[in-house]
């Protein structure tokens, strides 16, 4: 047993999220892994000390709901720390099951329930006074008059927002639909993708992609963080590969603005595109926790798996915001998926750029920028076993970013092309 374990301080982290395991392992504070894999690669790394075997979420999420509170109940775990799209949702709705036993800092579920559902979020948008691309149901648009994209209406399809899904089930739906106007897709086949009545979104010419991520106080900012995407998974778009921490004061305006209306309580991820026609920055969506690019906000020096941990176990008054400025970061396997993505992916809205010229610029700023998210010389053995899962088994399951689902953070539904998207033939959009 760790020299951790006798504090009886431990925090709780389901799934396979490095950034959050060595962040408060090297805080002393004693770290509880939970996954449904006995090997997930997180689970090597020297600031992890325990792991304990869960159900998956996906093949039953009450059964995960009530693993977690079953750890949650030991009397040295503190609090758990939302990491995985199911956790907000899991956390908010059974927040009387996990509040006998932890601390945890997420809204309540009708808050949980503006965010998750995209209409609402929109309609939220517009009280704040607020810009975000005009939102509708599927169902209620009768002509596509502009350029548009259907996707699904709730970051987690779940009972409580569905009514065809009981309590145990749940689908993170990743659809996405560009249209052009005058077309009309088939509504059978839409509803038979989405599993739902899906929202359409104007579509939003894009001159840059950011996030904005915080970390709230009953509508108060106890910590903010912006960066700006260089790189995506793909050269058509996706989650980032390659950031830079940024400031921009207009952004911070408009994120806090919505926030504070709002009232909200815990972490926030928000995703911005950057209108190429009017400059505003478009809200797209809020994740309820820790996002993919979480590695590249604490090497900026913004601790944000520590400010939770400081909120969820009264003391707030500790953390200390700030971050510096500038700085890039890597996520070595995404940028692999970026350069290969130059041969193998296709868009009718994005122009293919040169192989060789991508190949060097991302071969320039490793060297000029050399700050990895995951490869880390004094815990090597993690980043080794992400490579060897992507490789030869899941294919980067379990990690905390994956090159091409997006499944843990920033950048969910991207209103930029990218794999894996049903595009509509002819359309003439502009790209960035």
Same mark, same amino acid.
């Given at each position: 047993?760790?020299?951790?374990?006798?504090?009886?301080?431990?925090?709780?982290?389901?799934?396979?999220?490095?950034?959050?395991?060595?962040?408060?392992?090297?805080?002393?504070?004693?770290?509880?892994?939970?996954?449904?894999?006995?090997?997930?690669?997180?689970?090597?790394?020297?600031?992890?000390?325990?792991? *304990?075997?869960?159900?998956?979420?996906?093949?039953?999420?009450?059964?995960?709901?009530?693993?977690?509170?079953?750890?949650?109940?030991?009397?040295?775990?503190?609090?758990?720390?939302?990491?995985?799209?199911?956790?907000?949702?899991?956390?908010?709705?059974?927040?009387?099951?996990?509040?006998?036993?932890?601390?945890?800092?997420?809204?309540?579920?009708?808050?949980?329930?503006?965010?998750?559902?995209?209409?609402?979020?929109?309609? %939220?948008?517009?009280?704040?006074? =607020?810009?975000?691309?005009?939102?509708? &149901?599927?169902?209620?648009? !009768? %002509?596509?008059?502009?350029?548009?994209?259907?996707?699904?209406?709730?970051?987690?399809?779940?009972?409580?927002?569905?009514?065809? /899904?009981?309590?145990?089930?749940?689908?993170?739906?990743?659809?996405?639909?560009?249209?052009?106007?005058?077309?009309?897709?088939?509504?059978?086949?839409?509803?038979?993708?989405?599993?739902?009545?899906?929202?359409?979104?104007?579509?939003?010419? @894009?001159?840059?992609?950011?996030?904005?991520?915080? &970390?709230?106080?009953?509508? !108060?900012?106890?910590?903010?963080?912006?960066?700006?995407?260089?790189?995506?998974?793909?050269?058509?778009?996706?989650?980032?590969?390659?950031? @830079?921490? =940024?400031?921009?004061?207009?952004?911070?305006?408009?994120?806090?603005?919505?926030?504070?209306?709002?009232?909200?309580?815990?972490?926030?991820?928000?995703?911005? &595109?950057?209108?190429?026609?009017?400059?505003?920055?478009?809200?797209?969506?809020?994740?309820?926790?820790?996002?993919?690019?979480?590695?590249?906000? *604490?090497?900026?020096? %913004?601790?944000?798996?520590?400010?939770?941990?400081?909120?969820?176990?009264?003391?707030?008054?500790?953390?200390?915001?700030? /971050?510096?400025?500038?700085?890039?970061?890597?996520?070595?396997?995404?940028?692999?998926?970026?350069?290969?993505?130059?041969?193998?992916?296709?868009?009718?809205?994005?122009?293919?750029?040169? &192989?060789?010229?991508? *190949?060097?610029?991302?071969?320039?700023?490793?060297?000029?920028?050399?700050?990895?998210?995951?490869?880390?010389?004094?815990?090597? =053995?993690?980043?080794?076993? /992400?490579?060897?899962?992507?490789?030869?088994?899941?294919?980067?399951?379990?990690?905390?970013?994956?090159?091409?689902?997006?499944?843990?953070?920033?950048?969910?539904?991207?209103?930029?092309?990218?794999?894996?998207?049903?595009?509509?033939?002819?359309?003439?959009?502009?790209?960035?």
């Amino acid at each position: 047993m760790s020299k951790r374990a006798h504090a009886r301080n431990s925090v709780l982290v389901p799934s396979g999220n490095y950034t959050c395991i060595r962040s408060l392992g090297e805080r002393g504070i004693h770290t509880v892994m939970a996954s449904e894999h006995d090997d997930t690669p997180a689970a090597s790394s020297r600031f992890c000390d325990e792991l *304990v075997r869960i159900p998956a979420p996906k093949d039953d999420l009450v059964a995960y709901k009530d693993a977690l509170v079953g750890i949650a109940a030991r009397p040295d775990v503190k609090t758990i720390i939302p990491t995985r799209p199911e956790d907000g949702y899991i956390f908010s709705k059974y927040l009387d099951e996990f509040e006998q036993y932890v601390d945890l800092v997420v809204p309540d579920f009708e808050t949980l329930r503006r965010v998750h559902d995209r209409k609402l979020l929109y309609e %939220a948008a517009v009280e704040a006074g =607020v810009p975000m691309p005009r939102t509708r &149901l599927f169902s209620e648009v !009768e %002509a596509f008059d502009e350029p548009s994209i259907i996707k699904p209406r709730y970051n987690v399809v779940a009972g409580e927002y569905v009514d065809s /899904y009981d309590p145990h089930e749940y689908d993170i739906v990743k659809s996405v639909r560009h249209v052009r106007p005058g077309d009309r897709p088939d509504p059978d086949e839409i509803y038979a993708e989405m599993k739902h009545d899906p929202i359409v979104q104007d579509y939003v010419p @894009t001159e840059d992609k950011y996030m904005f991520a915080a &970390l709230y106080d009953h509508g !108060e900012p106890l910590a903010t963080f912006q960066h700006l995407q260089i790189r995506g998974n793909s050269y058509t778009g996706g989650g980032g590969v390659y950031r @830079t921490s =940024v400031y921009d004061p207009e952004l911070e305006s408009v994120a806090r603005k919505l926030l504070g209306h709002i009232n909200w309580h815990g972490l926030a991820c928000i995703e911005y &595109l950057k209108d190429a026609e009017t400059g505003e920055f478009k809200l797209i969506e809020i994740n309820p926790r820790m996002w993919q690019s979480l590695p590249s906000t *604490v090497r900026a020096g %913004a601790d944000f798996p520590y400010y939770y941990w400081l909120q969820a176990t009264g003391q707030k008054h500790r953390i200390e915001p700030g /971050y510096e400025l500038g700085v890039g970061t890597h996520y070595l396997w995404g940028e692999l998926g970026y350069v290969m993505s130059v041969r193998r992916d296709d868009s009718p809205l994005v122009e293919r750029p040169s &192989l060789a010229k991508t *190949v060097w610029e991302v071969a320039a700023s490793i060297y000029h920028e050399p700050r990895f998210d995951l490869a880390r010389l004094d815990d090597p =053995v993690p980043f080794a076993r /992400y490579v060897h899962h992507a490789l030869f088994n899941r294919g980067g399951d379990e990690t905390e970013e994956e090159p091409t689902a997006d499944r843990d953070g920033d950048g969910d539904e991207s209103e930029e092309p990218r794999t894996g998207i049903t595009l509509t033939p002819g359309l003439n959009f502009r790209g960035r």
